[in-house]
């Protein structure tokens, strides 16, 4: 449970909140590249952090982020000419590049200078790994970048969820490991899974006991269960300032991953989900609907990207019938069933009235980390975790078998750093079914 200050705290992130401020200290992921697919192309409505702001991708390729509303008179950029290196606004022809600078204003007299003082409010954009990143904060010169291993390899593969819920109430989802085998498997019978598999081990005792600790980069947990008769099943994951977790599911070692869950504002966030590698065999899950879900056409409207076709209007397509015999839910895949009950509490959860249990100790650490960088930010001043130092947030998630008693920890050290090979390493450690 939360105060009601605290929760406000830890949801807001509009432009000049504690969350907001400490969430535009970092680099943060606005739009796929793809999303912009051509120089002097339309461009993108993109709100974010609680800004409304139009991207566009100039003749040289570069990619712009501009405030909405034309520094002149207000109208929106969004129906800009995106022409030779800058947006020109319709109404009245002033054109903007893509660091705000007004580099044409037509209908004033030829020998005004006007136009040198006029600014518009623009943040810096770089490409990497499919992904049109942005710094919104207060630097001159931003940070670097952070050294996400799934995000640096060209190959990576990258969905992209809008979800109708605030950013927090959507990760915390991510670093909850407990609700896996209720609202994933909670229809599934240990004995229907192979043995020597992470989900026979995980059906078979479905109450794990947590270990949380702090890391460089945030929060770390382990969740054990025990495995075969001198040896725990432990699932790793990682919260990562300001917004990224590590999932727990598959092999510590193999998996590649981050999900970032980026605020648009308070009641909507943009998750994506990237990962490299090959994915595990599609074979017995447990009666589980792997696939991703069905997307709708983006739209141009601030709230028309990447939009689920099952979602909270239409019930996220429950079935009653199926809820009875072949999922505990009746939902239909794993992503929607996160989504429906993560925006079932209502745009943004009012923390001061849960209860919570030993199965939320991440949870709780998470929160904790963000109320008090956030109040250390705005307080003293101080400089979040990881954002001078990319390298913390080289690190991996997944699932691993220990001997009982070893230290989870120091036994994991290598399996947890990105950027490590692991010969003989197999998706087989662990079942090779398809992981949740
Ligand atoms: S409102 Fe944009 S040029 Fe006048
Ligand atoms: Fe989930």
Not at 157 to 176: F, H, P, S, T
Request: hydrophobic share 35%; aromatic share 8%.
């Amino acid at each position: 449970m939360l105060s009601r200050d605290d929760n406000e705290l830890l949801c807001r992130i509009g432009p000049g909140t504690p969350m907001g401020n400490l969430m535009r200290q970092y680099w943060v992921p606005a739009a796929l590249s793809s999303e912009l697919p051509e120089p002097d192309g339309a461009p993108l409505r993109v709100r974010l952090l609680g800004e409304d702001l139009i991207a566009f991708r100039v003749s040289s390729g570069a990619v712009g982020l501009i405030q909405n509303s034309c520094p002149h008179r207000g109208a929106s950029l969004f129906y800009g000419r995106n022409e030779a290196e800058g947006l020109r606004c319709v109404y009245h022809g002033w054109k903007f590049d893509v660091g705000g600078r007004c580099v044409d204003m037509p209908i004033e007299p030829a020998e005004s200078n006007f136009k040198q003082k006029v600014r518009a409010v623009t943040y810096p954009c770089v490409e990497r790994g499919g992904l049109i990143w942005t710094y919104l904060g207060p630097r001159p010169t931003p940070p670097p970048m952070p050294e996400l291993e799934a995000t640096m390899l060209a190959d990576n593969r990258i969905q992209v969820y809008q979800r109708d819920c605030n950013w927090i109430q959507a990760l915390e989802g991510d670093i909850d490991t407990g609700h896996t085998v209720y609202l994933h498997l909670g229809g599934v019978d240990a004995s229907e899974v192979p043995p020597d598999s992470w989900a026979r081990y995980a059906l078979a005792d479905r109450a794990p006991r947590y270990e949380v600790t702090d890391t460089d980069s945030g929060v770390m947990y382990g969740a054990y269960r025990p495995a075969e008769a001198d040896t725990n099943y432990w699932r790793i994951a990682n919260f990562l300032f300001p917004f990224y977790a590590m999932i727990p599911t598959g092999v510590l070692g193999l998996e590649v991953r981050v999900r970032a869950w980026v605020p648009m504002d308070d009641a909507h966030t943009l998750a994506f989900l990237i990962t490299h590698g090959a994915p595990p065999p599609p074979r017995n899950a447990g009666r589980q609907a792997v696939a991703p879900p069905e997307t709708l056409p983006n739209t141009t409207d601030w709230y028309g990207r990447f939009r689920c076709a099952a979602d909270g209007t239409n019930d996220y397509l429950i079935d009653r019938k199926a809820q009875k015999t072949v999922s505990f839910t009746g939902i239909g895949s794993i992503h929607l069933q996160d989504q429906a009950v993560t925006e079932s509490m209502g745009p943004v959860y009012d923390r001061t009235r849960e209860h919570l249990g030993t199965s939320d100790a991440m949870v709780i650490r998470t929160r904790k980390r963000l109320l008090d960088a956030a109040r250390a930010l705005r307080d003293r001043g101080q400089i979040p975790p990881g954002v001078d130092d990319p390298r913390v947030y080289a690190v991996r998630s997944g699932g691993v078998v220990l001997r009982r008693g070893a230290d989870w920890i120091e036994a994991t050290q290598k399996l947890r750093t990105a950027w490590t090979e692991h010969p003989g390493l197999t998706r087989s450690v662990l079942g090779n079914i398809p992981a949740v």
